[in-house]
């Protein structure tokens, strides 16, 4: 065996270190709403995680649980932990979290409808809690991975396209510099052309620049192909997690994803039907 063969087994043979962990975690909502209820996940660095269910399932409360957002909306963890790069941040508040490297960027694409795209790109551009210049550096990074936005940048963020507000909230998100990035339904309500576009983006910027990433996604098909694990919630809790290879052959995915084609708000009922069937 060669020296670099060594180096190459040892580098494989190293334990994934989680960026997030979550163990035995319960969320509630105004004191009384019990929306998720003991999870435990792990996202090593570097990975891509999906987060499919149905709606209600409790993604979104997840997501916002892990970036601090969730407390805005009286949610709060009342049981169990989240560890943040091995340091408990339970309840941890938004600030903290950007300032640790947590980006999270919302469902709906909430751009600045008023200002243009370029506007949208350099508002809110702060890096570890300190408000920044825009810099040639920063254009580099929004535009590497969308070169359309700079064809629009005098553009009312209102007047884009739903892909292309897709594209500026995850720009905007860049230039952040994310270690992890929460992504909320990055495909709704886009046409499968941009969907397709829009994942295959993030598998780039994934790659690329190192980004680890929480995808939940309604798309389930899409979202496996993009992701290496892979968490399936029902009801607050997770019924499934494996590999993303393993769980698109899983016979319970399968249903899934035939519920996924298609007019999906059609759908919903009869895969979420079908899911409890199985599961219960
Ligand atoms: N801000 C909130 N206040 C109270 N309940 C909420 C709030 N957000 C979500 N919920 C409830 O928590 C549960 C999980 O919702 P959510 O996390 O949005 O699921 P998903 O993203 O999987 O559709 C649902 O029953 C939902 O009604
Ligand atoms: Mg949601």
């Known amino acids: 065996m060669t020296a670099s063969e060594t180096t190459a087994t040892a580098a494989r043979e190293e334990p994934d270190r989680p960026v997030v962990e979550l163990d035995n975690v319960e969320i509630v909502y105004d004191r009384h709403f019990l929306a ?8 090593d660095e570097g990975d891509i995680v999906a987060l499919l269910g149905p709606n209600g399932a409790g993604k979104s409360t997840v997501l916002k ?4 957002i969730g407390r805005t909306e009286r949610g709060e963890v009342t049981r169990g932990s989240v560890v943040y790069d091995g340091e408990d941040v339970t309840n941890g ?7 640790r490297g947590v980006t999270h960027i919302l469902e709906g694409r909430r751009v600045f409808e008023d200002l243009t795209v370029e506007e949208n790109l350099r508002c809110g551009l702060y890096r570890g809690g300190r408000r920044v210049r825009f810099d040639e550096e920063d254009y580099r990074i929004a535009f590497e991975y969308f070169p359309q936005l700079e064809e629009i940048l005098d553009l ?5 396209s739903g892909g292309q ?11 952040h510099r994310p270690r992890l990035l929460l992504l909320d339904e990055p495909s709704l309500g886009l046409a499968p052309k941009l969907v397709r576009d829009i994942f295959e983006t993030l598998v780039e ?24 694990y892979g968490y399936v919630m029902e009801n607050g809790q997770v019924e499934l997690h494996d590999p993303a290879d393993v769980l698109v052959d899983r016979e319970e995915i399968k249903e899934f994803y035939l519920g996924t084609s298609g007019d999906s708000s059609r759908y919903t009922d009869i895969r979420h039907y079908k899911i409890r069937k199985r599961w219960t």
Do not use: C, F, P
């Not at 507000?165 to 230039?175: E, F, G, N, P, Y």
């Not at 910027?205 to 290496?228: S, Y």
């Open 156 to 160: 009312k963020a209102g007047y884009a």
């Open 165 to 175: 507000q897709q594209m500026l909230v995850v720009a905007r998100a860049l230039i």
């Open 65 to 68: 649980m892990i970036s601090g």
């Open 93 to 99: 508040g938004a600030n903290e979290m950007v300032d």
């Open 205 to 228: 910027i994934n790659r690329e620049e190192n980004i680890t990433m929480m995808i939940a996604d309604q798309n389930a098909k899409r979202t496996l192909e993009t992701a290496d």
């Open 36 to 43: 998720v209820q003991g999870i435990s996940m792990a996202v």
